[in-house]
């Protein structure tokens, strides 16, 4: 992991985006290994393939999960079907309540799916 790289995603935001990123990481972690791989412009989590991808902004984070089914939920900002058994989902983090148990279940399935 470049830490640095993970870092800059972070410069110029307000602390609640790290705060909200680092609960996601552990709560994620506890699932098996998380391999974060920073980009340009988002950070992936990957498992043996990308499962999530996380692009920060000035005071959240937009979170992209993949699962084999279509999550059914208002918190769910955005949904793209990308083939008959695979959707993307986002969802709109503001504060370390809301990587609750509902949000770690759909992302366990996203995780076990990338296994």
Known sequence: ???ESVDRHFVGKEPNVRVVYD???AGLRKFGPVK???KQTSIHLD???GFAGVNTRKSYLLLNFRTDYKVESSRITKIEQHSARRWMHTVRLESESDVDAELLKWLR???SLAG
Do not use: G, W
């Open 1 to 3: 992991m470049d830490i």
């Open 23 to 25: 609960r996601l990481l």
């Open 36 to 38: 974060e791989s920073p």
């Open 47 to 49: 498992n043996a393939s």
């Open 109 to 111: 399935d996203a995780y």
